[in-house]
């Protein structure tokens, strides 16, 4: 590996901003859109979340029986593995504590894999979605989810990279082993921590 | 293959329109990318800031090792303003790849290839891998792209596209002069003469061209699991 690259001096470490993971820039106000699949039309009034498998109360809600949970707000970054984040954004949706607290993983659940209506999969352990780290979410920066950006739903788990943020989230299937989702079986890291920089698999 | 880091030489540098250069590019080992994938390219400064994006490959698996980039020129871009006004042959780069294990085809089963802009460029992989297995033009029964830009200034790899029995180039904003077709966006009719039911479908290109592809294809009664999509959001 070269030690530099001739000629290329960077933007300066004074100007670079503390919340930026390594290899991250800053896309300011832009939020671009990346996705594998067609983007699907999907009707709020028959949208349902669903969370199933190693849980001792398989339970599904529908649109309005999610909104009639407590609302939780993520104030905060993303950050994409194509090395974009934004900064301060906010999120509102319901948090994965309040849904995992009625379905209930059982003593042997590890990993979760979330799915999506276009049949997009990611893998996280269950240790990355409790505690306040996770959501469904609905609104971005005070506005309803685009189609674009996953609405009416998206899981939100913002300190990893935003593929783990699945778009049009219909689901959670609880496990008691890993499994690799969508872009984990095509070359991306397991886990996916920024701040590591886990971009794919070997990292 | 897993995405390695090699040492890169660039070893040419051309044009493709006023604001897209490709460059190629020899790495310290075979490339073993499939048509479709992306490397990573990464910059490291003196005092070790890193700045890296990933771009498509548009040249066609060959077993050699070198690699073809296509790199547009974005305003205000980091690392591609750094490509275009300071990269030289002869400079090494870092990259890492090959990356990405779903946008791909091997030539072997048969494609319909929707690009838009930029998005061409995993598709030309495609078309030039098809062409030197299959003969060129390809077989219509093998692939068929389809192309949109938005002036003929606007068309990187002109000289392999226009007038080629495989390719179909689409102009949204302003023609070459004498185009039968007039400028607009990709509709039904242009896809249709191309559409057959044993296709796979690989569209890449901006969120406004892929949405836009993908309500098409719905449109057309196309069931979503024959579509790949590849999105290219800003990429500075």
Not at chain 1, 161 to 173: I, P, Q
Request: aromatic letters at 10%; hydrophobic letters at 40%; glycine letters at 10%.
């Amino acid at each position: 590996m070269a030690k530099f690259t001739r000629g290329f001096t960077g933007r300066g470490k004074a100007a670079r901003d503390p919340r930026l993971p390594p290899g991250q820039y800053d896309t300011g106000t832009q939020w671009p859109v990346l996705s594998a699949e067609a983007t699907p039309k999907i009707d709020p009034t028959t949208w349902t979340f669903t969370v199933e498998g190693h849980v001792e109360q398989p339970t599904t809600w529908t649109w309005d029986e999610m909104h009639a949970l407590p609302a939780s707000t993520y104030a905060g970054d993303i950050h994409c593995v194509t090395t974009w984040s934004r900064l301060g954004m906010e999120f509102e949706g319901v948090s994965l504590d309040t849904l995992l607290a009625v379905a209930q993983p059982r003593a042997d659940a590890s990993h979760v894999v979330a799915f999506s209506s276009t049949g997009y999969t990611t893998n996280l352990p269950l240790a990355d979605v409790v505690d306040g780290k996770a959501w469904v979410a609905f609104t971005a920066d005070g506005a309803p989810l685009s189609r674009d950006h996953g609405g009416p739903a998206r899981l939100l788990v913002p300190h990893l990279y935003f593929w783990k943020s699945a778009k049009w989230v219909s689901g959670l299937r609880v496990l008691d082993h890993d499994e690799p989702g969508f872009w984990e079986r095509n070359g991306y890291h397991d886990r996916g921590d920024p701040w590591l920089e886990q971009r794919y698999q070997g990292d | 293959m897993p995405a390695v880091w090699h040492s890169a030489t660039v070893v040419a540098v051309h044009d493709e329109t006023s604001r897209t250069k490709t460059l190629r590019l020899r790495l310290d080992a075979p490339s073993g990318h499939q048509a479709g994938q992306h490397f990573v390219v990464r910059l490291t400064a003196p005092d070790g800031y890193t700045a890296s994006r990933s771009y498509s490959v548009a040249s066609p698996p060959d077993g050699g090792n070198e690699i073809e980039l296509t790199v547009e020129h974005l305003d205000d871009g980091e690392v591609s303003t750094f490509l275009h006004d300071v990269l030289e042959v002869g400079d090494e780069l870092d990259v890492r790849g090959p990356i990405g294990g779903f946008f791909v085809w091997d030539a072997t089963t048969p494609a319909l290839l929707l690009g838009g802009g930029s998005g061409l460029v995993p598709l030309m992989a495609m078309l030039r891998l098809a062409r030197a297995t299959a003969g060129e033009p390809a077989p219509a029964e093998l692939v068929h792209l389809l192309v949109s830009v938005r002036t003929p200034d606007d068309l990187y790899y002109m000289d392999e596209l226009r007038d080629r029995a495989d390719a179909t180039v689409l102009y949204t904003r302003a023609t070459p002069p004498g185009w039968a077709r007039p400028a607009g966006r990709l509709t039904a009719d242009d896809v249709l003469p191309h559409l057959r039911d044993d296709q796979a479908i690989f569209v890449c290109g901006s969120a406004p061209f892929t949405n836009a592809v993908g309500d098409l294809l719905v449109d057309l009664g196309i069931a979503p699991e024959r579509a790949k999509f590849e999105r290219f959001g800003p990429s500075a």
